[in-house]
T-cell receptor, first 114, second 115 residues
Framework: AQSVAQPEDQVNVAEGNPLTVKCTYSVSGNPYLFWYVQYPNRGLQFLLK??????LVKGSYGFEAEFNKSQTSFHLKKPSALVSDSALYFCAVRDGGSARQLTFGSGTQLTVLP | ETGVTQTPRHLVMGMTNKKSLKCEQHLGHNAMYWYKQSAKKPLELMFVYSLEERVENNSVPSRFSPECPNSSHLFLHLHTLQPEDSALYLC??????????????FGPGTRLTVL
C-alpha cells in the first residue's frame, strides 16, 4: 500500500523568508511524487513532480522540492516567500511498482505574513 | 484556467433529489477522475476512467454513479444523498501512458450542499 503524510496542518512564514512544507511517503516500489497547490475556490494546480533523475526538482512559481530516499521525504521549498504563495499545498505519491493511482496527503495551509 | 471545466460550480439539493455533475476536458487526455474533497481530510479518489476502463473506490456508496460517454466528458449522477455528502467534488484529467505517471489537471470543482 502507498501512503503520504503532511505532518503540519498549518505553516506560517514571513514574506521574504525561506519556506518549507514537509511531506513523507511510504511505498513498496519506486516512488513517483507530486506537489499541487490549491487557491480558495479553485481546483488543484500542478507545481512539480519527481519521477527519476536529479533529487532536486524545480517547478512553477520558484518552488522546488528535494527527494530524499533515505528519509522517504519530498519537502517543498522556496527561497523567498511571497504573500501570494498563501494557499493549501498537497503532496501526492504513486507507487511505481504496483499502483496506478495517486494518493494525496491531507494538505498544509501556508500563510505568508506581510 | 486549466482546460478542465465543471458545471455547476455550486449545487444545493435535498436528500430526495436527483442531480448530475458534469466535467469536460479540452486537453486531449485519455483518463478522467472524480475526487471528493472534505475539510481537513485527504482528497478521496472516487472513480477513474482510464483507457476506456473504469476503476472505482469500493468504499464509494452506490448513491454516486459515474458515466463517461467519451474521453472528453465525465458525469457524476447523484441520488438520495446524505448531508455528509456535502463537499467539493473535483474532476481531473491526465494522459495515462502505461507505466509513465503524468500530472493531473483539475477543474475548479462543484461545491455541493445536501440539506
Amino acid at each position: 500500500a502507498q501512503s503520504v503524510a503532511q505532518p503540519e496542518d498549518q505553516v506560517n512564514v514571513a514574506e521574504g523568508n525561506p519556506l518549507t512544507v514537509k511531506c513523507t511517503y511510504s511505498v513498496s516500489g519506486n516512488p513517483y511524487l507530486f506537489w499541487y497547490v490549491q487557491y480558495p475556490n479553485r481546483g488543484l494546480q500542478f507545481l512539480l513532480k519527481y519521477i527519476t533523475g536529479d533529487n532536486l526538482v524545480k517547478g512553477s512559481y520558484g518552488f522546488e522540492a528535494e527527494f530524499n530516499k533515505s528519509q522517504t521525504s519530498f519537502h517543498l521549498k522556496k527561497p523567498s516567500a511571497l504573500v501570494s504563495d498563501s494557499a493549501l499545498y498537497f503532496c501526492a505519491v504513486r507507487d511505481g511498482g504496483s499502483a496506478r493511482q495517486l494518493t494525496f496527503g491531507s494538505g498544509t495551509q501556508l500563510t505568508v505574513l506581510p | 484556467e486549466t482546460g478542465v471545466t465543471q458545471t455547476p460550480r455550486h449545487l444545493v439539493m435535498g436528500m430526495t433529489n436527483k442531480k448530475s455533475l458534469k466535467c469536460e476536458q479540452h486537453l486531449g487526455h485519455n483518463a478522467m477522475y472524480w475526487y471528493k474533497q472534505s475539510a481537513k481530510k485527504p482528497l478521496e479518489l472516487m472513480f477513474v476512467y482510464s483507457l476506456e476502463e473504469r476503476v472505482e473506490n469500493n468504499s464509494v456508496p452506490s448513491r454516486f454513479s459515474p458515466e463517461c460517454p467519451n474521453s472528453s466528458h465525465l458525469f457524476l449522477h447523484l441520488h438520495t444523498l446524505q448531508p455528509e455528502d456535502s463537499a467539493l467534488y473535483l474532476c481531473a484529467s491526465s494522459q495515462d501512458n502505461s507505466g509513465r505517471p503524468n500530472e493531473q489537471f483539475f477543474g475548479p470543482g462543484t461545491r455541493l450542499t445536501v440539506l
